[in-house]
């Protein structure tokens, strides 16, 4: 194991957060675990300091300026410097083009896109300095997928996979890399605080919850490996995987069999 290498992930207080951590600490990094709940991160440090690395719990709002410079700031005064940064915390909504009210597209955009953003900024420039280092940004397939009634949040993530996109041309040479990862549902807690107009979103993304197959720690498992070998695009389920060649390189039937899958579960 090696102990030397450092990690900041947001969001570690549950869910994938937490996942990245234990997989992170059992791997020996010493890991920053960020959240909005200083409470949640300390718990996190806590469960994973049997594994005798160095852990700290950090408070941060990513969706305010000044909390995230002040995480940064507080990471390099403990660290002088970091390895690996996961742009991970985030907020579940739905909502769709016509019914989210503007209160709800700014609330979501200023924290699960412009929350990355903020990540990407702050620490893209140490990283640069450092010479090295690997900025992970976490989106969703349904930044790829189209499905109706999540325009809020597909935007959103599909921006952050965009904003990846851009900041992976910025650094191309610097010695910095850089991923995004798209997931399908899994088992977590994203449904809480959901914000949508109606509860026809959160029907259906508590459906896709209770379905699925993969669990954060799986979903973390494949996100470790995917950065140890410098992907880009983390894709991290056959389903997945399957979905995004077919709309790739099949468009309209992709379409149409989404919109199938679609009313066959309004239907149920």
């Known amino acids: 194991m090696d102990s030397s290498r450092r990690v900041l992930i947001t969001g570690a207080g549950s869910g994938l957060g937490r996942a990245l951590a234990f997989r992170y600490a059992e791997a020996g990094w010493r890991v920053a675990c960020a959240d909005i709940q200083l409470d949640r991160a300390e718990k996190t440090v806590e469960l994973i300091t049997g594994f ?13 300026d000044e909390s995230f410079e002040a995480l ?24 769709s083009v016509l019914n989210a009210s503007m209160d709800d597209w700014q609330w979501m955009l200023n924290i699960n896109l412009l929350g990355v953003v903020r990540g ?24 790829l997928a189209g499905g109706p009634g999540m325009a809020t949040y597909a935007t959103a993530k599909a921006g952050v996979v965009t904003v990846s996109e851009g900041l992976r041309a910025d650094l191309d040479g610097s010695g910095v890399q850089v991923s995004v990862v798209c997931p399908s549902f899994f088992q977590t807690n994203l449904l809480q605080g959901f914000r949508a107009p109606d509860n026809t979103s959160l029907k259906m993304a508590t459906a896709l919850m209770r379905s699925a197959k993969e669990s954060a720690a799986d979903i973390a498992e494949v996100i470790y490996k995917g950065v140890e070998r410098k992907e880009f695009l983390i894709l991290p389920s056959a389903v997945v995987r399957r979905s995004w060649r077919l709309k790739r390189w099949f468009p309209e039937l992709y379409f149409r069999k989404l919109m199938q899958v679609v009313r066959a579960r309004g239907a149920g």
Not at 52 to 64: F, H, K, N, S, T
Not at 72 to 95: E, F, P, S, Y
């Open 72 to 95: 940064r700031d507080m990471v390099l005064a403990a660290w002088d410097g970091v390895d690996l940064v996961i742009n991970n915390a985030g907020v579940g909504g739905g909502g």
């Open 120 to 143: 990407c900024r702050l620490f893209g420039p140490v990283l640069i300095e450092q010479g090295g280092g690997h900025i992970v940004n976490i989106a969703s397939f349904a930044a």
């Open 52 to 64: 005798g690395i160095g852990a700290m719990a950090l408070q941060v709002d990513i969706g305010d």
